[in-house]
C-alpha cells in the first residue's frame, strides 16, 4: 500500500552542527507535505509545509526539500540547539478530506 | 497548542469501561481528526470530521466512536470493544490549506 516512512530512527547531532532528516513517499500522486516536531509527552508541532509544485521551501533555521524524481523528503535543521531534540514526522497528504499518512518518526538528539 | 484543548492530560481506565476524551477548539476550523499514537510509532487516524453532524471512519475506528454536534467540539469515546486502549490520543484541526494542527493530547492507559 502507499506509505510514508523515514530512513532513520534515531540521529544525533552535535551542538551547532546541521541535521538532515530524511523521508521516502511511495504516493506519486501526494501534492502536499508537513513537518511535524514532538517533544515528549506533547502533541506535534507543526514546522514547515511543502507543496509538490516546490522543490524547496525555507523557514527559520529550516529548510525542507521535495525531490519528486526519486520520492524523497528532507527536512534540514541549521545550526542544531539542545531545544531541537525531538521526534520529527513527515506526513504526507493522502486525499481532499485533509487525511495524513505518518511517517514513524526520527528521534532528533542533540549532544553539547 | 494554539486553541486547542484536550483533556483530561491523563486518563485512567477499567478493563470494560467507556471514556470519553474530550477536544475543544476556539480556531473556528470546520474540520478536526482523531489519531492513537503507540510508543515509538506514528500516529494513525481514528475518525475525522469536515463539517458539523458528519464524520468518517480512518483507518483504526473499530472499538471507537465520535460526534460532532458543535463546530467547537469533537469528543472521542473509547468503548469496551477497544482491545488495546492503552495509547496517546490527540485531536487535531485543519485550515483551509490543509495544515493540521494538534492538541496537547490525552494518554490513556487501562489498569
Known amino acids: 500500500g502507499e506509505s510514508v516512512g523515514l530512513h532513520l530512527p534515531t540521529l544525533s547531532v552535535q551542538e551547532g552542527d546541521n541535521s538532515i532528516i530524511n523521508c521516502a513517499y511511495s504516493?506519486?500522486?501526494?501534492?502536499?507535505f508537513i513537518w511535524y516536531k514532538q517533544e515528549s509527552g506533547k502533541g506535534p508541532q507543526f514546522i514547515i509545509d511543502?507543496?509538490?509544485?516546490?522543490d524547496k521551501r525555507q523557514g527559520q533555521r529550516v529548510t525542507v526539500l521535495l525531490n519528486k524524481t526519486v520520492k524523497h523528503l528532507s527536512l534540514q535543521i541549521a545550526a542544531t540547539q539542545p531545544g531541537d531534540s525531538a521526534v520529527y514526522f513527515c506526513?504526507?497528504?493522502?486525499?481532499?478530506?485533509?487525511?495524513?499518512?505518518f511517517g514513524a518518526g526520527t528521534q532528533v538528539v542533540v549532544t553539547p | 497548542d494554539g486553541g486547542i484543548t484536550q483533556s483530561p492530560k491523563y486518563l485512567f481506565r477499567k478493563e470494560g469501561q467507556n471514556v470519553t476524551l474530550s477536544c475543544e477548539q476556539n480556531?473556528?476550523?470546520?474540520?478536526m481528526y482523531w489519531y492513537r499514537q503507540d510508543p515509538g510509532q506514528g500516529l494513525r487516524l481514528i475518525y475525522y470530521?469536515?463539517?458539523?453532524?458528519?464524520?468518517q471512519k480512518g483507518d483504526i475506528a473499530e472499538g471507537y466512536s465520535v460526534s460532532r454536534e458543535k463546530k467547537e467540539s469533537f469528543p472521542l469515546t473509547v468503548t469496551s470493544a477497544q482491545k488495546n486502549p492503552t495509547a496517546f490520543y490527540l485531536c487535531?484541526?485543519?485550515?483551509?490549506?490543509?495544515?493540521?494542527?494538534f492538541g496537547p493530547g490525552t494518554r490513556l492507559t487501562v489498569l
Open positions: 511543502i507543496r509538490s509544485n516546490m
Open positions: 504516493n506519486s500522486a501526494s501534492d502536499y
Open positions: 487535531a484541526t485543519r485550515t483551509s490549506g490543509n495544515e493540521q494542527f
Open positions: 470530521s469536515q463539517i458539523v453532524n458528519d464524520f
Open positions: 480556531l473556528n476550523h470546520d474540520a
Open positions: 506526513a504526507e497528504l493522502t486525499d481532499s478530506w485533509g487525511k495524513l499518512q
